[in-house]
């Protein structure tokens, strides 16, 4: 499981949070952060697992902001 090194910047830095995790505790933890968070903009996205070299991109939000497609890319290099 990744750690949380985030939350320290999150707190004096005034960009949108996003927070990706494998585990199916996204909505927990959007809860928790909100609490500590007042005010940001938060984006908790769950049960995505990702690998090293992975990048998450996000689609356009759904049914009014509530839900966000990821959209994970991998890159891919020839060893020729």
Known sequence: MGQPFFLA????VRATVIVSLA????????MGLR???????????????LREGDY???GKPLEGGKFVP???????????
């Open 56 to 58: 998450l991109d996000l």
């Open 70 to 80: 990821p959209i994970i890319k991998s890159l891919a290099f020839s060893t020729k």
């Open 35 to 49: 609490a500590r968070l007042p005010g940001r903009e938060l984006i908790v996205i769950d049960e995505v697992s």
């Open 9 to 12: 910047t999150a707190t004096t």
């Open 23 to 30: 585990e199916d505790i996204g909505k927990a933890l959007g």
